[in-house]
């Protein structure tokens, strides 16, 4: 099946009250686990390309990477700009065959957002692809862009009406409490997302399809693997699977999840070199860090998400 928009996917997750998971993706071995988990549990994905993963791997090496995975599969797939950071990245993407780009204007002025928003919006529905934007800011790293805890701020009901009627975005990222990285908490917080405030946003935007960022785990028993074979991962606090749950059953559509599949990645590989002192192959760890990506995707796609068998 050819790369897919979002559009079908959010409006059935809408409907039936879960969401689709938005993977990213850096190397061969993790789009192959997340392909591969979606395929298994018969589920829509998305695979998304941040910054750091086109610094890292070439964007021409990840595009043909997912080609390949699109080709091998039959489930519906589409290729995501994670956090573009202006205008040209979201073109220079669409002119490169996504489907879907996020134009990261949240930590720019109302009227400054409103406008580079608006550019994307109208370049890409041109060519048939949509278009994420975000309101409010989200503590923790987005690429280049750092929100210090303190300034993080959670996005306003009484924006959203007006934000998505003047730019024509297709759906909206919303800060509610997730964070990006691994270290979400401090520990003795109450790890809470403020569901009140989705349920207020989705009353102004009856149908709309939100994004959650920062929507890690950060699954306990992956982190003791990585503390037990010589890794220092002191108080990693993800977001409780049972916060996402009720989310996605809310208007949450797409849930962004990047840090989960790094630490099962370290983890299987701290473990397998660990046990494995002689083996010098790196297909012999990887084949370890893709079944434990692999695992992950599923456990998400069918314990959290609620899109297995939606494809
Ligand atoms: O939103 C951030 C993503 O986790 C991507 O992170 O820039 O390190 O690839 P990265
Ligand atoms: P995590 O760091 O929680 O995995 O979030 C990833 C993300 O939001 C990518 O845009
Ligand atoms: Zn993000």
Redesign the pocket.
């Known amino acids: 099946m050819p790369l897919v928009t979002t559009t079908e996917m959010f409006k059935k997750a809408y409907e039936g009250g879960y969401a689709i998971g938005a993977f990213?993706v850096?190397n061969m071995e993790t789009i192959q686990a997340i392909v591969e988990a979606a395929e298994e549990c018969s589920s829509p994905v998305i695979l998304q390309v941040?910054?750091?993963?086109r610094k890292y791997a070439n964007p021409v090496y990840l595009r043909h990477l997912v080609a390949a995975a699109v080709e091998t599969t039959h489930i519906p797939v589409a290729m995501h700009l994670?956090?573009g950071a202006d205008f040209e990245i979201c073109k220079d993407s669409i002119e490169n065959g996504f489907t879907s780009v996020m134009i990261d204007a949240s930590s720019k002025p109302w009227e400054e957002n409103i406008k580079t928003t608006r550019e994307v919006v109208e370049y890409a529905h041109a060519r048939g692809v949509v278009v994420e934007a975000e309101l409010g800011k989200l503590a923790g790293i987005?690429?280049d862009v750092k929100v210090a805890s303190k300034d993080a701020l959670f996005t306003s009901p009484d924006e959203v009406q007006e934000f998505t009627e003047r730019t024509g975005i297709d759906s909206l990222a919303i800060a509610i409490g997730t964070s990006?990285g691994a270290y979400k908490f401090k520990p003795g917080q109450d790890p809470k997302l403020r569901i009140d405030i989705l349920e207020e946003i989705g009353r102004r935007l009856p149908g709309f399809p939100i994004v959650l960022?920062g929507a890690s785990s950060v699954p306990q028993d992956k982190v003791a693997i990585v503390n037990q074979f010589g890794g220092d991962m002191p108080n990693a606090i993800g977001i409780p699977e049972s916060e996402l749950k009720k989310a996605v059953k809310l208007a949450v559509c797409k849930v962004?999840i990047?840090?989960d599949l790094r630490v099962a990645f370290t983890a299987a590989v701290r473990k397998h070199l660990a046990e494995n002192p002689s083996h010098f192959d790196p297909r012999q760890y990887l084949t370890d860090a893709r079944a434990s990506m692999k695992e992950m995707v599923k456990h998400k796609i069918c314990d959290v998400l609620g899109s297995a068998n939606k494809a």
Do not use: M, P, Y
């Open positions: 990213n850096n941040s910054a750091g993963a994670d956090h987005e690429d990006h960022h962004n990047d840090s």
